[in-house]
């Protein structure tokens, strides 16, 4: 999978090779994350595509980057405990509102590891000053679901360097 499809749909597919890409899974529906959902859904898998998944609370902001057309929409709306199969592993999907309404982080127990999006940074919540974002939900959603993961468990943040759920429990 790809996790955000921010800025080049090029670099992303440098990157991505010769590999299947099952689905462009979005954190959340900042510009900044999925700027080219669309088009890369349309370039993967040598042209055959790829479903993009978000969670729907986050319509609103997916709108103020793809203007509300209708053929701009994501394919799958992600929802709390669903699981995403890729790779032989299982991605657990967290709502994490606060940094936007339908923020979802992706948990793999089996790796160790969650991937937040701006959910959590190395040093704290993610920023709460842009549209649709609010700091006690965020809190809340940090509190309530990842330090209820494992204290080891690696933090891959949509910014920044890594962490872990340990290192932003003592901070916050």
């Known amino acids: 999978i790809v996790i955000d499809a921010p800025h080049s749909v090029d670099d992303i597919l440098k990157v991505v090779g010769d590999r299947t890409v099952k689905a462009i899974v979005c954190t959340h529906a900042h510009d900044d994350h999925v700027r080219v959902a669309p088009a890369l859904r349309e370039a993967v898998n040598n042209g055959a595509g790829a479903p993009i998944l978000l969670h729907p609370d986050d319509k609103p902001l997916w709108d103020l980057t793809h203007g509300g057309d209708e053929g701009y929409l994501w394919d799958v709306d992600l929802a709390d405990s669903m699981s995403i199969e890729v ?23 089996d790796l160790g590891c969650v991937f937040t999006g701006d959910t959590l940074f190395h040093g704290g919540p993610g920023a709460t000053g842009r549209s649709y974002s609010d700091r006690p939900t965020l809190e809340d959603s940090i509190k309530a679901k990842l330090f209820a993961l494992p204290g080891d468990t690696v933090v891959h943040t949509g910014h920044g360097e890594d962490t872990t759920i340990a290192a932003e429990q003592a901070r916050l």
């Open 87 to 109: 790779a032989g592993t299982s991605l657990q999907v967290l709502h994490t509102p606060g940094h936007a309404p339908g923020a979802v982080c992706l948990y793999a127990p």
